[in-house]
């Protein structure tokens, strides 16, 4: 089937870690996005990438690293600079650029510093 | 800067009852309107999309929207509401150019409890 799949679903961080959070599509979908959901806040958007080996920071990539070496894939490291990184992680992805295509979402990873 | 409003954060309704889940949008242009639906601990999953054309536009489980330029407005409604409807709603919007990264702005979501 095809789709977008985030791994783990849940995930714990000490303080001072680095934790990176797996995103994998097979839709062979151009642009993907990594969003960060906390309560009463809606969706802000960490990073984007709109091809392979390019990405951009979004509204809150402060405390976070992207890589795109794969289309398929789009990892995203939350560093010990995060402050605050307990929180719910969407990864998206997107085809066919320009176009009025919705976005596909995973499940999403729960992180949780401890 | 483009914007979007759910001004509920919560809205109640009896099973059976029609439901409407209220968005307005600021942008600068015409934007193109997307609703999606979360269920805890889950991802979004896109139920509907207004581009152009017909302002009242039907998608998924038997949900429809109008988009009403005037009141810059695109509310999710449904005839007769299920429990099983009861999550999170996101309305987003996003402005089409002619080039370079398209930002998709979400609102700060709406949750529909729907009562038996």
């Known amino acids: 089937d095809g789709g977008i799949t985030q791994s783990p679903k849940y995930l714990f961080r000490k303080e001072g870690q680095n934790v990176t959070l797996s995103c994998e599509q097979n839709?062979?979908?151009?642009?993907m996005y990594w969003y960060r959901q906390d309560p009463g806040q809606g969706l802000r958007l960490i990073y984007y990438?709109?091809?392979?080996?390019?990405?951009q920071k979004g509204d809150i990539a402060e405390g976070y690293s992207v890589s795109r070496e794969k289309k398929e894939s789009f990892p995203l490291t939350v560093t010990s600079a995060q402050k605050n990184p307990t929180a719910f992680y969407l990864c998206?992805?997107?085809?066919?650029?320009?176009?009025?295509?919705?976005?596909?979402f995973g499940q999403g990873t729960r992180l949780t510093v401890v | 800067a483009q914007s979007v409003a759910q001004p509920e954060d919560q809205v109640n309704v009896a099973e059976g009852n029609p439901l409407t889940v209220k968005c307005t949008y600021s942008v600068s242009g015409n934007p193109y309107l997307f609703w999606y639906v979360q269920y805890p601990n889950r991802g979004l999953q896109f139920l509907l999309k207004?581009?152009?054309?017909?302002?009242l536009v039907k998608g998924s489980y038997g949900f429809e929207a109008e988009f009403n330029k005037s009141q810059t407005s695109f509310h999710l409604k449904k005839p007769s509401a299920l429990v099983s409807d009861s999550a999170l709603y996101f309305c987003a919007v996003r402005v089409p150019n002619s080039g370079g990264y398209q930002k998709v702005t979400f609102g700060t979501g709406t949750k529909l409890q729907v009562i038996p």
């Open positions: 839709l062979n979908h151009d642009a």
């Open positions: 990438s709109q091809i392979v080996n390019d990405f």
């Open positions: 207004y581009i152009t054309g017909d302002n």
């Open positions: 998206a992805s997107r085809g066919q650029l320009g176009m009025n295509t919705e976005a596909f």
